[in-house]
């Protein structure tokens, strides 16, 4: 055997199971973001109940204080807010950031944008908390997806790519 063929196997070997392992990171990764987030959301709510802060500057401050797909949500719904209303600038950083979050997750983190700034601060505090709630079954199910198919693709990888190789032979 060549050692063309050999190092093209071992080529088809490592694109197969790096596949596998992007794949399974996307669930490592929503339920990464889905703790920021309520992480982030329970900052806002200390922020409204102590610091009487407005919701622009809260953002940023969120914005500041966080990293990856939750900053760029809480910088582009700092950004809408300068154009929009509160809601409004939620609703669209939801759509327009491209997150892990699957659609459910969305339709939950934009069902907060509701009350937003349009009422009292204890109806927005209210909204935060049930937001977190949801979030909370959010983690929990992505969790359960986790475990359930982080090694399904992992061992899918490892072994399409034993599977070309065995065809190709």
Do not use: H
């Not at 622009?56 to 700092?78: C, H, L, R």
Request: hydrophobic share 40%.
């Amino acid at each position: 055997m060549s050692v063309f063929k050999i190092i093209l196997y071992i080529a088809i070997f490592i694109a197969s199971f790096s596949v596998g392992i992007l794949i399974s990171k996307k669930y490592y990764l929503r339920v990464q973001e889905l703790k920021k987030m309520k992480n982030a959301l329970n900052m806002c709510k200390t922020k409204m109940k102590f610091t009487y802060q407005p919701i622009p500057e809260i953002f940023q401050e969120i914005a500041s204080s966080t990293d990856g797909n939750v900053k760029m949500i809480f910088e582009e719904a700092y950004k809408q807010i300068q154009e929009k209303n509160a809601g409004e600038a939620w609703k669209q950083a939801i759509q327009n950031i491209d997150s892990n979050f699957n659609r459910e997750d969305k339709e939950i983190l934009k069902s907060f944008s509701k009350l937003l700034g349009k009422t009292s601060i204890e109806g927005q505090l209210t909204e935060i908390e049930l937001t977190s709630e949801f979030l909370d079954t959010q983690i929990k199910k992505a969790e359960l997806e986790r475990n359930k198919n982080e090694k399904l693709y992992k061992t899918l990888g490892f072994v399409g790519g034993l599977g070309l190789i065995i065809i190709l032979m």
